[in-house]
């Protein structure tokens, strides 16, 4: 469990790092937490595309109760400017987003259960 949340602690920065050239240390938090729901989410049944749904709505999730927390004067992230937002502190293109990355996350663990 640990090395599970450590890598999602490392990459979520370091996906930030790579999009927006810059990241916050709520953002190891943050990814830590994600990477847990996406690794309880490889042990359900189902298929690839609602957990990867269920599991983009969790970051989201994660993200809007970080943001009210330590963004309340979106110094970390604005999504105001986003379409669908709420708050300034989710959006609907980076949930989506994160359903993406979560798929293929999925798929990685998927394939190496069998």
């Known amino acids: ?16 790092l790579l999009w927006r050239g810059r990241t916050h240390p ?5 990814g830590g937490m994600s990477m847990l729901l996406i690794r309880r989410a490889s042990r ?43 708050h300034g502190q989710i959006c609907l293109p980076y949930s989506l987003l994160w359903c993406g990355l979560s798929a293929t996350v999925l798929a990685v663990l998927d394939g190496t259960k069998r």
């Open 1 to 16: 469990m640990l090395k599970t949340f450590l890598t999602g602690a490392v990459g979520y920065p370091a996906l930030e």
């Open 26 to 30: 709520t953002m190891a938090l943050a």
């Open 44 to 86: 359900m049944r189902g298929g690839l595309m609602p957990r990867a749904m269920l599991c983009g709505a969790g970051i989201t999730a994660i993200e809007y109760l970080i943001g009210r927390r330590w963004n309340r004067t979106h110094r970390i992230w604005d999504y105001r400017r986003q379409p669908l937002n709420l």
